[in-house]
């Protein structure tokens, strides 16, 4: 079984610009998340997605950050203008559905963004 | 809302020490509880988990970890790490209330030297 990929594995650029991190999760998986993980932290989770419908987004920063999963499988985050404060990797997972027992999340690599 | 505390960052062992990572978390409901591993150059994987009955719980590669309620604990043991555990390990909840939501610990970075 294949696993989360995740493209690029590493992406250096300068504050002020912009970047698009790719998932793409586990053939069947409905739910879908994205993670940063700032060295020293454990990850964070900043939104979550049930098939191409946000489940949560209360920890996604809006002003700069956005997320779509347009046809409930591949998923793209953006970040638009980055900051310093962002360099980070950014995880993707995904499960089963969501429902009320718990679906185990399956991690990606991850990508490291460095903000110069 | 939902928080965890790994007190320990950084572990140094040699191998055929016992290790304990402790982890306490801070939720007012029922919960579940996780250990995840993440290898020098692989992604996070799930070590074990807690949902309900026996506290102890059996995970892969003979980790072990205890829930302890009244302490809202769940600390991680292996009786004897060996090099191949270095690695950094994660506590990680979630709240009955919280759908498929996990609150990760700051992660505790494991070195065994050989």
């Known amino acids: 079984e294949a696993g989360v990929a995740q493209s690029p594995r590493y992406k250096i650029i300068e504050k002020r610009q912009s970047v698009a991190f790719w998932c793409n999760p586990i053939?069947?998986?409905?739910?879908l998340y994205w993670y940063q993980q700032i060295l020293g932290q454990g990850p964070k989770l900043l939104i979550q997605f049930q098939n191409n419908g946000v489940v949560d987004d209360s920890q996604l920063p809006k002003d700069r950050f956005s997320a779509e999963r347009l046809k409930g499988v591949d998923s793209t985050l953006k970040i638009q203008p980055a900051k310093l404060e962002d360099s980070a990797v950014y995880l993707c997972?995904?499960?089963?559905?969501?429902?009320?027992?718990?679906?185990?999340?399956?991690f990606g690599p991850g990508t490291r963004l460095t903000v110069l | 809302a939902q928080s965890v505390s790994q007190h320990n960052h950084h572990v140094i062992l040699s191998e055929a020490a016992s290790l304990e990572l402790g982890c306490n978390y801070s939720?007012?409901?029922?919960?579940?509880l996780f250990w995840y591993v993440q290898y020098p150059g692989q992604h996070l994987q799930l070590l074990l988990k807690?949902?309900?009955?026996?506290?102890l719980v059996k995970g892969i590669k003979g980790f072990e970890a205890e829930f302890i309620k009244s302490k809202f604990s769940f600390n991680l043991r292996k009786p004897s790490v060996q090099w191949s555990d270095t690695a950094e390990y994660f506590c990680?909840?979630?709240?009955?209330?919280?759908?498929?939501?996990?609150?990760f610990g700051g992660g505790t970075r494991l070195m065994v030297k050989p």
């Open positions: 939720y007012g409901g029922t919960v579940n």
């Open positions: 997972a995904s499960s089963l559905r969501t429902s009320s027992s718990y679906n185990e999340q399956f």
């Open positions: 990680a909840v979630r709240g009955n209330n919280a759908g498929n939501m996990l609150t």
């Open positions: 053939s069947g998986h409905a739910t």
């Open positions: 807690y949902f309900s009955g026996d506290p």
